[in-house]
């Protein structure tokens, strides 16, 4: 039986490549990532901007923003079900295994594989929702996390919003 999570973040600020959500998954449980979104809100200046998702291997990012597990600030993780257990992943600030974490100071020297490279715009946001088999998947243990980017900094650098849904599976 599957368990779903999404970790969402705060209004946050781009200055270089930032890893915006990172989530490494504990040595038990695996992870399906079924749903990310990134937006900008409080401008009206249109910009074109890179995002990828995928697989960032160690040295990982580090400085994330430790998710708050469960309460009502930012950057959260929240369970879908109330009926479902807690997520087994926490809150981190170094991609250790079963933590997440936002908003990268550094992004960390390790190899980023990614599976996802596109553009949006940032008036309109960026969505992504893949078809069915085309989910990214990490094996429990895995050492590797996944991760949502923005490789370069984009011209409006503030109130940037990232989320990541993903199973427990």
């Not at 923003?65 to 959260?76: A, F, I, M, R």
Request: charged share 10%.
């Amino acid at each position: 039986m599957t368990h779903t999570y999404t970790i969402s973040t705060g209004a946050v600020s781009i200055a270089a490549a930032t890893t915006l959500v990172c989530i490494r998954p504990n040595t038990t449980t695996p992870i399906k990532v079924i749903r990310c979104t990134l937006s900008q809100r409080g401008t009206a200046t249109s910009e074109q901007v890179r995002v990828q998702l995928g697989r960032k291997a160690s040295a990982f990012a580090t400085g994330l923003t430790s998710v708050n597990v469960g309460g009502g600030t930012q950057p959260l993780l929240a369970q879908h079900n109330e009926n479902d257990p807690a997520s087994s992943i926490t809150g981190g600030t170094s991609a250790a295994a079963g933590t997440a974490g936002t908003a990268s100071t550094s992004e960390g020297a390790g190899d980023f594989t990614p599976v996802v490279d596109d553009a949006f715009n940032n008036l309109t946001g960026f969505v992504w929702v893949p078809a069915p088999g085309e989910e990214i998947v990490f094996a429990p243990a895995s050492s590797e996390a996944f991760v949502v980017r923005v490789p370069t900094a984009p011209t409006g650098t503030t109130n940037w919003h990232a989320s990541v849904t993903f199973e427990e599976i």
